[in-house]
């Protein structure tokens, strides 16, 4: 059997502080939950635009966004450990 492909997903605060994240198919039905910390949900937005930008721009366009933000930013992670994986280009 293959591993399933996420069509959607559905974020569900809890009381704690934590986001509950629930992953379904195109049926609706979910097939994987993972509960994740307030950082984690706060950091997506920037890694869902890097990751973006590596998909319609290719990987060098990526790193140099990634590097530009380092530089920025140099009081945050640095963005080659808490960002996407960019693969080194071929």
Known sequence: MSNPIATGFDFEPLPNGNV????FGDDGKTFATQVVTL???QSMPTVCWITLTYIEHGPEVAKK???KMSQQFPDEPDADSSGPHIPAPR
């Open 65 to 67: 966004l990634m590097d």
């Open 39 to 41: 950082d984690v949900v």
């Open 20 to 23: 509950l994240m629930e992953f």
